[in-house]
């Protein structure tokens, strides 16, 4: 039997970065992504979705551990500094671990 | 008397002052702000269909001059006086040299209810005014380097939401005339003023939620949000004289110069100078600026359009 | 004939009873309630300005009276006929004794096309009978004691979002006056029945989910839902009349009394009674008393008023 | 000269073909459809007050009928010339058998600024020819298989968005004549073209997004989405013809025939015929015979009328 | 003490299948789910909830290891083959597990 | 190395709750927290965002686990028996530590 856990790679950032990030994603192989819209509160201040330019987005990736590692490590570097952002992975049970 | 578009600003301004529960929805606002861009692009529209492009061509470009002179200014105040980071200094740069929709808006209210006729072209010169101090800051903040991706800046610059519908209902106008557009009228320039009442009672609680980023980054951020508009409607006056503006026109100038951008400019920064603190700029241009113009800005521009044509007619 | 507004109310209810897909964005809802107590906010404000702010204060202090008074008399009803748990029963009260902006706007429609006048000013009454009765509920179901945190019950209940656009609505119409607000008259005056019918569709299919509530709780919040109106409709009519209103704002006083909160006080009772079940309430106010109100009552308050101003002339 | 509604889908078109960052919010687009159907509606429901409901039964019956054909005659082309697979060749068809109400508005738009008076109960019609095709498309997919659930597919078809607001806004201006909407037409009829304009920006902004798949699948599917609206509107204005339309009845007879669903359709062909791949056929009716129809066809149909009708009285 | 870890069942598919779905989870004994809006890319594309046709929506159902199964088994058979949809579990532990 | 485990805490629940569950969060000490808005079903009926008082929220917070479980115990004293609201628990990775 086929491995079948992966890695669930959940982002939440500014949405102003969510073209940015979808292309990042696709560069590095991941076979997919979900976002919805989000607001929220951390070391950037409240950002409550009033308007575009607080509002955020919450990307969710499923996919194998080394997308997992290079995508967490690509926005550590890229973007860390300079947005509001958190990254956190868990670990997932899939159905056709193939897709991801 | 003070115009009922602007009570809609202060209500929003005192309920988000209250920590009211009031909330516009972000579709609201969106859509607001949509129909607004496109009623003054087809307003704008409809007068370029009758003069020659070649006679606009003049002003045209003494505005992008002046969107790349009010940052180039406003850089070194907030750099050397102000000691902000160099990509902070860019980026406010950048955002008062660009112009702000909503307050152009207000100023084509408060000429319409006084009767003071302008030149009908301004969306098209509000256009060419919201690009260059955005190459500006970009400049400013990461000299010009070769890494720099032009390509899409420019994508993202021209492409933006405000310039796409501020154009496409520019040249939808143009190719429109006044009868052809008679049809979609009701809802563009009739609701006009109403939906300018509800954007800015968003803007009002907008504005708002910047109190709290002011206070933390004290007085010289709010006396550069006062200060900056008057110099700029300052020159904004003198370049309106020189192009030969009525005084309305003049005002509008005045007013765009005056005015700091909040949508254009910030999202453009985001992406192309992610190092700049967006809190700044947007507490300066949201917080202090829009409501500063909308309030007292405008009458004193008005004065000074009238003061100047009067000085040069004798 | 029926108002077409009232068929969008049952469009919406038949659709909803149906199971259709039809369904409004709930940004619209937003959109749209914002604009009607906006609208009715501006309306009342220009009247205010024409009359001393002396006069209405007896009119005031009496709508107030009767906020109170209808709270305190739906409670022992619902607690001691309907045997609710203490905090349903002042929640529901509360509900009743406050007031529903649509069913008030249902009933300046009503008034509207027949051509009847009514006292202007209302919107001011229907602002201060908003208030006393979540008051009322909050005390039935807590009691006075000291843990009560009246500060940031006062907040919630003042700065909700129905308080402050109809206060600045009112405050807005008040200082502009009619020509002041004839600009934004296309928008706020000229769409308002339009809006009112898009509002009616959406509570159509509001009501229409409060069907499987009512079906479990039975029929003491049925005849709740119909009778506890038609008492207030009486109690509001013979206030009417005391105050010297005229035939118009009579009915708009019944149908204020008549009328059950389903924004405000929902919202409040959430936060300061949470032990209330909220199903229950909106189960009346929504699914009994609003269609209630907007088909049958607001006719008969309309009877109800030419009757009682007949008897007293003759 | 070129409506300026039609100018509002080209700066869509293109502002979606240049990828910027122009977008409608979902909300908007949903409530401008709304407001679309309702106003749609209300427009015919006025008209059919005032013929007898009997004298409309055979173009009712004529026009379930054509929507029959149409997806009867697709299906084999698709079938066997395109080489698609059943359930595919299926669902296009029934696309296509069925109508689009947006391109029903443009052709309403292009009559009105021609001065040219059509049969106001075609609203009517509009909803007669929306369901039959999807029954079609259904039936040859599946076959007449026990299994199907045709009632809940009835549910689903008959209690979808559109021909709830379609009907209701039908029934509503029958019951309510032309005064009982007097006071809701600045909404739904002068606000139409405008609001119509916010709808097609958004169309462009969706039909552009239809290229990639276009490329990938091909020409056969371009000629399909040109050839099939050209042949049904042949048909469509044989019919019109034949049930003894006006010219302009004729032209919207055709241009509803020549119209691909785009909503009601795939909707319910998601639910009843999974397996057919949706992207096919929003790519033909959207990206293709939409644009087709709103930019030439509309004109075709026109003249087709009239030549139509100049044979046959000559 | 009770058992207090259950599944987290994550489904992201086309907003078409909403009313569907929530009605097999019924079905299936689910006790709650809860939706939120999403857009999102993978196999079948880009999906930007540009309007309906091209809305996601993200569905989550706490339950125990046996509905998850259940949910997981009926929705591979009746969905995966023509629907733009994936199906992730993950363990989370719960409070008043008995609600579940 | 720090140890990057930390608890991702999710509670779905009312949205008229959204504004004392934000005060709460900020006074339990959670350094953070996303909210998206969501609709469900659960013992407290469907909850179908129609319009605010059916409307529910999503909210998120990572946080270590001594915050975890002080959240948990506080939301189900005070909101538990009166507010439609679930309350799970999950195990993450999450990069910058010392932000949770
Ligand atoms: N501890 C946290 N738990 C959940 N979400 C968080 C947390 N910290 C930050 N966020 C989210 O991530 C965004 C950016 O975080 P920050 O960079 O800390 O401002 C915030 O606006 C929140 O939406
Ligand atoms: N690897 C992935 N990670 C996160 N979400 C995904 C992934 N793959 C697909 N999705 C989501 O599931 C939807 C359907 O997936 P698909 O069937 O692959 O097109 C997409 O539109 C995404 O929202
Ligand atoms: N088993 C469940 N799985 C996922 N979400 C749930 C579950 N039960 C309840 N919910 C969510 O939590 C909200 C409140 O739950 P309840 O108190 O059970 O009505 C519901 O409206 C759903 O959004
Ligand atoms: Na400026
Ligand atoms: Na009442
Ligand atoms: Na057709």
Known sequence: MQNRTRKLLTIVTEAALEGTLVRDLDQLTAHGYTITDARGGGTH????????????????????????????????????????????VSDVDVLRPEKF | MIDPVILFFLLGAIAGLLRSELRLPAAIYEFVSIVLLLAIGLKGGIELAKQPFGSLLPQMLAVVALGFFLALVAFPVLRYLGRFKRADAASIAAHYGSVSVGTY??????????????????????????????????????????ETRWGSIAHEVFLGKSIVLLLGGLLIGWASGPEGLSSIEPLFFDLFKGILAIFLLEMGLLTATQVGTLRRYGP??????????????????GLGWALG???????????????????AVPAAMRISVPEANPTLSLAAALGIT?????????????????????????
Chains 1, 5, 6 share one sequence.
């Not at chain 1, 551990?65 to 956190?88: K, P, S, W």
């Not at chain 2, 951020?221 to 020159?235: K, Q």
């Not at chain 2, 503006?245 to 949508?263: C, D, E, F, P």
Request: glycine letters at 8%; aromatic letters at 12%.
């Open chain 2, 105 to 146: 808006a207000v100023a084509v209210a408060y000429l319409g209810s006084r009767q003071i006729a302008f030149e009908e072209h301004m969306p098209l010169l509000l256009v060419m005014l919201e690009v260059p101090a955005i190459l500006v800051g970009i400049v400013l903040a990461r000299g010009l380097s070769r």
């Open chain 1, 45 to 88: 201040g409240v950002r409550d979705a009033g308007w575009d330019a607080s509002s955020n987005i919450r990307i969710e990736v499923v996919c194998d551990t080394e997308t997992a590692e290079a995508i967490a490590a690509y926005v550590q570097e890229h973007y860390f500094d300079n947005y509001a952002m958190i990254l956190f």
């Open chain 2, 245 to 263: 503006l009525s005084i309305g026109g003049t005002v509008i100038l005045a007013t765009l110069a005056a005015s700091a951008s909040y949508i």
């Open chain 2, 290 to 314: 829009f409501p500063f113009n909308v309030l007292v800005g405008i009458p004193i521009y008005h004065a000074l359009a009238v003061w100047a044509h009067a000085f040069a007619k004798g």
């Open chain 2, 220 to 237: 010289f951020l709010v006396a550069f949000g006062i200060g900056m508009p008057l110099f700029s409607a300052l020159v904004g006056t």
